[in-house]
């Protein structure tokens, strides 16, 4: 399973993006799906988490009511959509994929990849 991120930008404190996470040689069928960030300096962290066979999402506190995460099974697409967004949002975000037996929470406490990372996508909340 390969994915691609894409989507970010830079954007007005309480603008919105959409971020994409492109999947290919397999579908997003049955793994535990996630999106991650990295601000410089500081650890990758797990933004949102999903299960993809029973649905349970996890998001981190901080994006809790402003973020969403998706996927489009006709696209093989996951999706995060951000409003609200706040200087502290500036990142590179990555998506990843793993084996079901990992819960959401789990992959994003974990910041759980078991595949090299991707280039990531930049998103920069700047006035």
């Known amino acids: 399973l390969q994915l691609v991120e894409s989507g970010g930008g830079l954007v007005r404190p309480g603008g919105s993006l959409r971020l994409a996470c492109a999947a290919s040689g397999s579908t997003l069928d049955d793994v535990t799906v996630g999106w991650f960030r990295q601000a410089p300096g500081k650890k990758r962290e797990g933004v949102a988490c999903m299960d993809i066979r029973d649905g349970i999402i996890y998001y981190k506190d901080s994006v809790k009511e402003r973020f969403t995460i998706s996927r489009d099974m006709a696209e093989n697409t996951l999706y995060l959509q951000m409003n609200t967004l706040k200087p502290e949002d500036t990142a590179v975000y990555y998506c990843?994929?793993?084996?079901?037996?990992?819960?959401?929470?789990?992959?994003?406490?974990?910041?759980?990849?078991?595949?090299?990372w991707g280039q990531g996508t930049q998103v920069t909340v700047s006035s």
């Open positions: 990843a994929a793993v084996p079901p037996r990992w819960s959401a929470q789990v992959m994003c406490d974990l910041s759980l990849n078991f595949d090299p």
